[in-house]
């Protein structure tokens, strides 16, 4: 399929559902269910699953018409396990019943999804994790704890890794599952941040049954699927399309610009240092997101995510410094949900604590480290002691 092939395959589908008239949710919905169909969703996944089979790097075609003839896309910011991390997940291991079920309704939006990855003794060593499943005929029944689960409380489906045999090695005896958030003994319980706000949950799992059709990958390839889910998180939080002087370094820059009072120096020669490093970052991204494109997925997801949690906590402090004693008027500490207002539409002092989140979230910067010294330049390996040790006698 040439590039001309697919404008006029998007031509023609415009022509038969006019953008202007999804203005009311049903109409939104019945058109991103259409174009889904029309295998416009991610046109490098399979038709049938809302591709084409076309290259990846062509997507970029289909988003600059549908862009322009202001038609409805889904929101990366409502579902973005979902569409970051769920859905690719999906694609490379599941069955092709899975990939039907649940793909479609994952793009329109009208299934939210959430992460069950971290527990309270195992964040930065996943491989660590101990909630357990244990197979039952066709099901498995699953208990445990989770933690730091974005959307958890909003969420239908959850993305779940589990030990299923703990006589192995922690990363052999895992398995990975779909999980209904509906099931029984799923609770869901709101954690508070620095924020105020409760963005994050903690999830128990309390005697869950899940069918063994619901599990992704064999039994015990768990850290390998993980592993895909990871790589395209760190891409999904630190590597995201922005303009040139976007992003934090746009809002920085739009006070250095709008009020001389606060420039001194010292500040300037920060600002300067910051908007190089964010450039040359959103650059970095751009020639990641071509890799993936080719597709060529690796660790280097990892140094994108490490310098995105890098710069927003530098950018928000320096912020913080020029506005002076302005940024004491913190949005209201009332234990909202988060999400409820975009990013950057928030007070600057809502922004720098929210930062301080980023070095954890996603894989912390240490852990990050750690990868890009060993995957990316070949730097040897820290000694592991627990590598070969059954999970049942590592000690806690």
């Given at each position: 399929m040439t590039e001309a092939d697919l404008r006029e395959r998007v031509a023609t589908f415009l022509a038969g559902h006019d953008p202007a008239a999804a203005t009311d949710p049903e109409a939104r919905l019945a058109f991103l269910r259409a174009a889904f169909d029309a295998g416009l969703a991610w046109v490098h996944y399979p038709p049938g699953h809302g591709g084409l089979g076309a290259p990846r790097a062509m997507q970029a075609v289909v988003d600059a018409e549908f862009a322009a003839a202001g038609a409805p896309t889904p929101s990366p910011a409502t579902n973005p396990i979902g569409l970051g991390m769920a859905a690719p997940t999906i694609l490379r291991h599941g069955t092709e019943e899975q990939k039907s079920r649940y793909l479609r309704p994952l793009w329109t939006g009208e299934e939210v999804w959430c992460q069950l990855f971290s527990e309270p003794g195992a964040g930065s060593d996943l491989a660590s994790l101990g909630t357990r499943a244990v197979r039952d005929g066709d099901d498995w029944i699953v208990d445990g704890q989770k933690v730091w689960t974005s959307l958890a409380h909003l969420a239908r489906f959850a993305i779940l890794v589990t030990r299923h045999d703990p006589s192995l090695p922690k990363h052999e005896g895992m398995t990975y599952f779909i999980l209904d958030m509906t099931s029984p003994g799923v609770e869901v319980r709101p954690l508070r941040q620095l924020t105020g706000e409760?963005?994050?949950?903690?999830?128990?799992?309390?005697?869950?049954r899940i069918p063994d059709s619901m599990r992704l990958g064999a039994v015990?390839?768990?850290?390998?699927?993980a592993r895909?889910?990871?790589?395209?998180?760190?891409?999904?939080?630190?590597?995201?399309?922005?303009?040139?002087?976007?992003?934090?370094?746009?809002?920085?820059a739009a006070v250095w610009r709008e009020r001389p009072e606060v420039r001194t120096p010292g500040a300037h020669s920060e600002l300067m240092k910051l908007w190089?490093?964010?450039?040359?970052?959103?650059?970095?991204?751009?020639?990641?997101?071509?890799?993936?494109?080719?597709?060529?997925?690796?660790?280097?997801?990892?140094?994108?995510?490490?310098?995105?949690?890098?710069?927003?906590q530098r950018v928000s402090g320096l912020e913080m410094e020029v506005r002076g004693e302005e940024v004491l008027r913190h949005d209201a500490w009332n234990g909202g949900r988060g999400r409820e207002t975009p990013f950057f539409e928030r007070s600057a002092g809502y922004r720098y604590l929210r930062a301080k989140g980023n070095s954890i979230e996603g894989g912390t910067s240490?852990?990050?480290?750690?990868?890009?010294?060993?995957?990316?330049?070949?730097?040897?390996?820290e000694p592991r002691s627990d590598k070969d040790i059954p999970w049942k006698d590592l000690p806690r």
């Open positions: 409760a963005e994050f949950n903690e999830v128990f799992l309390t005697d869950v015990g390839e768990g850290w390998a699927v895909s889910t990871l790589m395209n998180e760190r891409v999904s939080i630190g590597g995201g399309p922005i303009p040139r002087e976007g992003g934090a370094i746009g809002a920085l190089v490093d964010s450039e040359a970052a959103r650059l970095t991204a751009t020639r990641l997101r071509q890799q993936l494109a080719a597709g060529e997925i690796g660790p280097e997801g990892s140094a994108v995510k490490l310098t995105f949690a890098t710069l927003m240490e852990i990050l480290r750690n990868i890009i010294s060993e995957r990316v330049l070949g730097l040897p390996s």
